[in-house]
Structure formats: C-alpha cells, structure tokens
C-alpha cells in the first residue's frame, strides 16, 4: 500500500477510535530548537526540572523509537468554547477545576486508545516499530500536531482549531512506517492576527506573544 493511502486509513481509524481530530506527518527534528534551549537558559520552566533534563529529546523525537520516519497525532476534546460554567451554589464553598482536570484522567483514557491502534497497526505490520505517547512523554507534541495539519500554534502557546478552540488534549503514535499525509490535509496557518484575548485574561500576566 502507498505511503499517502496508508495514511489516510490510519487517520480515519483515529477518528473511528473517536478522537476529535488525526493526522499523520514525516517525523524530522524540531524547528524550535534553539527557542527552546533559550527559554530554559532563562528559566522559564520554574521548578519543571524534567524539562530541562529531557530536553535532548524533546528537540529530536527519533531518539524515542529507533528508526522512527512518522507521527500520527491526535485529539481529544475536553470541553465546548461555548460550554457554560456551572454556577456556586449560594451559601457554599465552591472553588474553580481547570476543564481538562475535571474528568478520567485523560492521559489514561488516550493512552488506552493509542495502545489499542498500536497493537492493530503492528499486527497489520509486524515488522514495523510503534511507540504511543501523550503529554508525558518528552515530545514537542504541539509542533507535531502543526505539521499534521490539526490547527495553528496560539500566541498562549497551546494548539487551536479553527472550529474546535484550544480546549484539546493531544497525544500520538511514533512509528517507523513511512506515513505521507492523506491528499486532504494541510498546515494550519497563524489566524491569531492582533487579538490578545489569552494575554489580557491571564491573572498573573504569564503569556506573553507566543511564550509562557
């Protein structure tokens, strides 16, 4: 089977495993290398020390599977744009739960489905190497997810879709299988513009242009 058919089944399997969105993209070195060594020489990742030691990786996914050629990326989605806040109820205490928080926890919940795939593709192609991952893996998953075609990079650092918002999760398989994207998939392109709506709304003025 050709490279681009192979990565068209691919996709729709994801989407048949019921993540909101899939794609599929060559795996090369991050483009952000030198920004990110830039924003931990400056300590930007506080007390996060894993980002520091890992960093290596974070810069060259590759060294994750050996011979690993493509990323299939997915995502969840966790919450609506427009979903409405529940309201406290009078006399008592209430507090605020980030919307990703408020759930199973997704990194079990997407890892399930990731392992799932990876046995069907490597049954499918033994001879092939496959390695899942989510946010707890040392990867650039928001470049990835660009490359695949899944949204743009926000200037509050977290992926957007032009329909779905910011409120994803994303996760993916590292495979050794040479993967062309499906004929339908494209690179996002930067509709950020002039709004600074996630700058002004943070409370403690962390978000900078396209920094955290």
Not at 28 to 46: F, I, K, P
């Amino acid at each position: 089977m050709s490279a681009p058919r192979l990565g068209e089944q691919i996709v729709e399997r994801c989407k048949q495993s019921g993540f909101a969105l899939a794609g599929v993209t060559p795996l090369r070195a991050s483009d952000w290398g030198e920004r990110l060594d830039a924003w931990l020489d400056a300590g930007m990742h506080g007390s996060m020390g894993y980002m520091q030691e890992h960093a290596a990786l974070r810069k060259d996914a590759g060294l994750l599977l050996e011979g690993a050629r493509s990323v299939i990326v997915v995502a969840d989605q966790y919450a609506s744009r427009d979903a409405a806040e529940e309201g406290a109820h009078e006399g008592a205490p209430f507090g605020r739960i980030a919307k990703y928080a408020r759930g199973r926890d997704y990194h079990t919940v997407i890892k399930k489905r990731l392992h799932t795939l990876c046995d069907e593709l490597q049954e499918q192609h033994p001879e092939a190497g496959f390695r899942a991952f989510t946010d707890t893996a040392p990867i650039m998953e928001r470049e990835h997810a660009l490359r695949a075609g899944l949204g743009w990079i926000g200037k509050h650092t977290l992926l957007i879709h032009k329909r779905r918002g910011s409120y994803l999760l994303l996760g993916g398989i590292l495979t050794t299988l040479e993967l062309d994207p499906p004929r339908t998939q494209t690179v996002e392109t930067d509709h950020c513009g002039s709004c600074t709506r996630c700058i002004d709304a943070c409370p403690t003025d962390a978000i900078t242009p396209y920094e955290v």
